[in-house]
């Protein structure tokens, strides 16, 4: 036993590597094939994304013809979009039938907006109450005479002859910044103690909601006219926008009601102990911690909002989309086999564009708002 | 063009707005307010579309801009409204357009029951099939066994189940809702021809891939007369949306045009001379100015003019005259004398 030593005379051999716990092949192991049924599935996958994805990048840039080409270009057998066919309609697509000299005119009210709206949406900036004030009174009025002229020397344009983004932007901003408000008052109105306010409220929501939006366009377009003295009309616009406005107010007043019914009542009993009056009451206690609540359902009736602005066709109004299926069916000098997809393709993302930024914008609100009701 | 059963909405219409018509004077209306209101289809190719300035163009287009030019001397002087197929004469009985000039079909049910009254015929349009070349056939009887493609609730889908009954032919229809739908439905194959109205059916073949491919034939196999409309009661507006119609027809016939018709001012020829207002004096009877038809001829052109501007051969969408020449050279547009 002499020749037991507790000195190592020689290394000991190298262990094999342990298995890694990170990096793309354990993520890739684990998350795709972790059994036989997720590999089938991942092949599956990765197969019809390849039988997807190539043939519609081609379409919209590898084979599509760009906003410089020509009609030839697009009517090529291989031609993928017609991106120039959007270009060269792009006016019609924005503003309609809006004289192409006075395009200044929309031109100056989308700057306008967006010198006022996009600062109210950024928190850190300031003088908040000022430029919530020109944006809900002052920019509509400055918006209208510009937009509809007749004043000022500037040559009238009716409403007939706005068209395209320009109606479908005038649409959504006017019906999201009149429902919001309305459709609260509804809200409260409908958890009223007095009978004739609740009752009120109660009908005008149900009978709202029971119909469809394309019913009430309708009734507006077709109906009303019949109630009217012989002569007077209502502005067609003006029609849409009453319809759109009341039709979502409807709904965001569901939205807010529960919201309003996730605050418990000591919330209500302690506002009123100090002394509070109802509204007081409502708008600096209750209001504040129900709409945050409701964020994703308000935000959420928006973008049904600002789609449903393209059921305005109804009344023959030509908003985005129209303008685009208008100038499909009647730009000859412009046809091709793809031509309508481009131009559907270009409402598509425009839609999506707005949509998706006033969801994330819900999302940013949201986390911003967040004083940890949050499950 | 498009004839979708009348709704309710519009039936409801009919007495609430032949009692509203009592009211007189649209033409005392349409001076006051400076502008004619002009009920448009709007997205028509040759009918009623914006062109590439996103100015109203078209045939429909031109008759209001001829009615403007009548009466207020200048063809702007006229403001457009799209109308879809159901709000049509809802729009025109309460008013809020002043004349329809939306290829509407003249019919007997149209004329008598909705308060209306058709001025003429702009357009005779008729149905008519289209079909791929490569499948040899050559007339509308050779069509048995086929399958067909035709828009939801229009009287195309019932027009060609007359066709086929009456010549004792099997066929079957694919119905779609949209015009667009039923293009491509027809472009991809799924059926073997494509019926609707002949005008319709010249401009959706100008847009495939390649037109030549594919052929009209020869049958039309219904009457489909489309022309403006007015409010009926009101006879005074009546007669100016007639005879500008009229007026337009007239002058093609005299030869006068929009080119030539200052010179026509001088010319020797008393129907001429008639018509332009420099002998005897039309216009005041009808309302309006001595030179109105002067007016119309200069800012907008005779009917040949705004035919072969909008749908002529020339266009893309290339119609023939047919059944839409003057009388005297072998159609049917007639206008009566203006003496």
């Known amino acids: ?375 | 063009m498009q004839k979708t059963l009348v709704t309710i909405a519009v039936a409801a219409s009919l007495g609430l707005g032949a009692t509203a018509s009592a009211q007189a004077g649209i033409l005392e209306d349409v001076v006051a307010k400076g502008y004619i209101q002009c009920g448009v289809t709007g997205g028509v190719a040759g009918f009623s579309a914006p062109d590439s300035n996103n100015v109203w163009t078209g045939l429909e287009v031109d008759y209001c801009r001829a009615l403007a030019a009548a009466i207020f001397n200048d063809a702007d002087a006229v403001r457009f409204t799209s109308l879809t197929s159901q709000e049509r004469f809802t729009a025109l009985s309460a008013g809020e357009v002043d004349v329809l000039s939306r290829t509407t079909t003249w019919t007997m049910s149209r004329d008598t029951q909705l308060g209306i009254n058709f001025v003429g015929t702009m357009f005779y349009d008729g149905q008519g099939f289209m079909v791929r070349k490569a499948d040899g056939i050559a007339s509308g009887l050779d069509l048995s066994g086929a399958a067909i493609c035709v828009e939801a609730g229009t009287t195309t889908e019932l027009n060609a189940a007359d066709y086929f009954a009456t010549n004792g032919m099997e066929f079957n229809t694919v119905v779609f809702v949209d015009q667009d739908e039923v293009v491509k439905a027809y472009e991809d194959g799924r059926c073997d021809v494509y019926t609707t109205d002949s005008s319709a059916l010249a401009a959706e073949r100008s847009k495939f891939a390649v037109p030549d491919d594919h052929v009209i034939l020869p049958e039309i196999i219904s009457k489909e007369p489309l022309g403006p409309v007015v409010r009926q009661g009101d006879d005074i507006w009546f007669n100016i949306a007639r005879w500008t119609y009229f007026a337009l027809l007239e002058a093609e016939e005299l030869g006068v045009s929009q080119a030539n018709v200052d010179e026509m001012l001088g010319s020797d020829n008393p129907a001429i001379k008639r018509l332009l207002g420099v002998e005897g004096d039309f216009g005041t009877p009808l309302g309006l100015t001595k030179d109105w038809a002067y007016q119309i001829l200069k800012l907008v052109g005779n009917y040949a003019e705004t035919y072969e501007r909008n749908v002529g051969p020339a266009t893309p969408i290339g119609l023939e005259r047919g059944l839409n020449a003057l009388w005297k050279d072998g159609g049917i547009q007639y206008a009566p004398p203006v003496r």
Not at chain 1, 223 to 245: C, I
Not at chain 1, 270 to 292: E, V
Not at chain 1, 296 to 322: Q, R
């Open chain 1, 1 to 375: 036993m002499t020749d037991t030593g507790y000195v190592r005379s020689e290394l000991v051999a190298a262990k094999p590597a342990p298995n890694p716990t990170s990096g793309a092949v354990v993520w890739a192991k684990k998350n795709l094939f972790a059994t036989p049924m997720d590999a089938l599935l991942t092949a599956f996958g990765v197969l019809f994304l390849l039988w997807v994805v190539p043939p519609f990048f081609n379409f919209v840039l590898g084979h599509a013809v760009g906003p410089m080409g020509t009609v030839e270009e697009c009517r090529a057998i291989t031609a993928g979009a017609c991106w120039a066919y959007v270009y060269n309609e792009m006016e019609f697509f924005i503003y309609g039938f809006y004289d192409i000299p006075q395009l200044w005119r929309p031109n100056i009210v989308f700057a306008l907006g967006a010198l006022l709206f996009v600062p109210l949406l950024i928190p850190k900036l300031p003088f908040k109450r000022i430029n919530a004030l020109l944006f809900l009174f002052v920019y509509p009025v400055v918006a209208y005479f510009l937009l509809a002229g007749g004043v000022f020397g500037l040559s009238e344009m009716p409403t007939e002859k706005w068209g395209g983004l320009l109606v479908t932007l005038i649409i959504s901003v006017v019906g999201i910044t009149l429902a919001f408000p309305l459709g609260i008052v509804l809200a409260l109105g409908r958890q009223s103690t007095l009978p004739v306010i609740k009752t009120i409220c109660v009908t005008f929501i149900e009978l709202i909601r029971s119909v469809p939006l394309i019913t009430i366009l309708f009734m507006a377009s077709i109906m009303l006219p019949l109630f009217m003295p012989q002569g007077m009309t209502v502005d067609k616009l003006l029609r849409a926008l009453v319809g759109v406005t009341l039709f979502t107010s409807a709904y965001l007043a569901e939205v807010v009601r529960g919201g309003l019914q996730a605050i418990p009542r000591g919330q209500y009993e302690a506002a009123a102990s100090l002394g509070l009056g109802y509204w007081q009451r409502m708008y600096f206690i209750i209001l504040p911690q129900a709409l945050k609540h409701v964020i994703p359902g308000i935000v959420n009736s928006f973008i049904a909002l600002f789609k449903d602005t393209s059921l305005v066709y109804i009344v023959g109004m030509k908003d985005l989309l129209e303008a685009v299926k208008t100038k499909n069916d009647s730009a000859l000098e412009w046809q091709s086999a793809n031509t309508a997809t481009t131009g559907y393709l270009f409402a598509a993302i425009v839609f999506w564009a707005f949509c998706f930024s006033m969801s994330r914008y819900s999302m940013f609100m949201e986390r911003r708002l967040n004083t940890g009701h949050k499950r």
